[in-house]
């Protein structure tokens, strides 16, 4: 079993806005784009080998693009 809470983005991380080349103003239009994964925890009573890759790609894989689908490749 797995545990994935998804939450909003912080509004500002000069490290990921420098990376996706946001300026400001990009920032305040695009940030409803980006979700951050909160929490992830993994309870299995058996070893179950890539669990917790499995989940994790399932999750991500079921957030639905919003816009034109960038989401799907990380640039918003």
């Known amino acids: 079993m797995a545990l994935l809470v998804w939450g909003p983005a912080a509004l500002k991380l000069d490290d990921r806005d420098h ?3 946001w300026s400001d103003s990009q920032r305040a239009e695009r940030i409803g784009l980006i ?3 909160r ?3 993994v309870l299995a009573k058996t070893r179950m080998p890539n ?3 499995r989940a994790l790609a399932l999750a991500v894989n079921a957030i639905p693009p919003r816009g ?3 989401m799907a490749t990380g640039r918003c």
């Open 19 to 21: 990376d996706i080349g």
């Open 35 to 37: 979700v951050q994964n």
């Open 39 to 41: 929490r992830f925890l």
């Open 51 to 53: 669990l917790a890759s």
């Open 68 to 70: 034109n689908g960038h």
